[in-house]
């Protein structure tokens, strides 16, 4: 089975700090994605990264694929209390070629 | 916008119960899906339907059943509700199995007592 775990489980920080979550695993992705679940809502795509090394940019929020494609990491520069919510990294690949998410990251900005 | 639609957000049953859930999407896509989320666990997939009457077992099927009548339309069915059921099922749909944007609903509470 394969697996993605993220890092770190939860983080807690003031506005204006930067922060980046880890997304890891043993196995070849052809594709990942992040999501961010707002509390009472469904997870909302946020970036689709596809190329190994490949970086996007979302305003504040930088993503990155790792050259090999078992990981990826999330970078907020600046964190706003509008960001808390729960991030969640999902890959492509493997056998059966679904999508398999990430244990999760629960983040929190305090104004 | 894409929609994707659960009718109950939140659901108390007891053990024993039979427990639908329902989920509706407008956007005429082919393929929907039903997840369990848990604290520490990520979303786990349970069932998934690629075209209408067919469906996939997910990587946790044991004690869920679903149902496809009409593309719009994907249910989840406890045939006999058991307290470690209790989690958030988050329907989602997408034009493909993979890879493509997948659009979530807002999810149903279920608590098993």
């Known amino acids: 089975t394969q697996l993605l775990e993220q890092s770190p489980q939860f983080l807690s920080i003031q506005e204006g700090e930067n922060l980046t979550v880890y997304c890891n695993s043993s196995?070849?992705?052809?594709?990942l994605q992040w999501y961010r679940q707002e509390p009472g809502e469904g997870p909302v795509l946020l970036v689709t990264?596809?190329?190994?090394?490949e970086v996007k940019k979302l305003k504040r929020l930088t993503f990155q694929f790792g050259d090999a494609r078992k990981d990826s990491s999330l970078h907020i520069t600046a964190a706003q209390p509008g960001d808390t919510g729960l991030y969640l990294c999902?890959?492509?690949?493997?056998?059966?070629?679904?999508?398999?998410f990430g244990t999760g990251t629960l983040l929190a900005v305090q104004p | 916008d894409v929609k994707v639609t659960q009718s109950s957000r939140y659901l108390v049953k007891r053990t024993g119960e039979k427990v639908f859930l329902e989920c509706v999407q407008d956007?005429?896509?082919?393929?929907m899906f039903w997840y369990r989320q848990d604290p520490g666990l990520g979303l786990r997939l349970i069932y998934f339907?690629?075209?209408?009457?067919?469906?996939e077992k997910g990587d946790i099927p044991e004690g869920y059943s679903v149902s496809r009548e009409k593309k719009e339309r994907f249910s989840l069915i406890l045939e006999s509700a058991s307290t470690n059921q209790t989690s958030m099922y988050l329907c989602?749909?997408?034009?493909?199995?993979?890879?493509?944007?997948?659009?979530f609903g807002e999810g149903s509470w279920l608590t098993v007592v």
């Open positions: 989602a749909s997408s034009f493909a199995i993979s890879g493509n944007t997948i659009y």
């Open positions: 196995s070849v992705f052809s594709s």
């Open positions: 990264v596809v190329t190994g090394g």
């Open positions: 999902a890959g492509v690949g493997g056998a059966t070629n679904k999508l398999i």
């Open positions: 956007m005429d896509h082919e393929n």
């Open positions: 339907s690629y075209d209408v009457k067919m469906k």
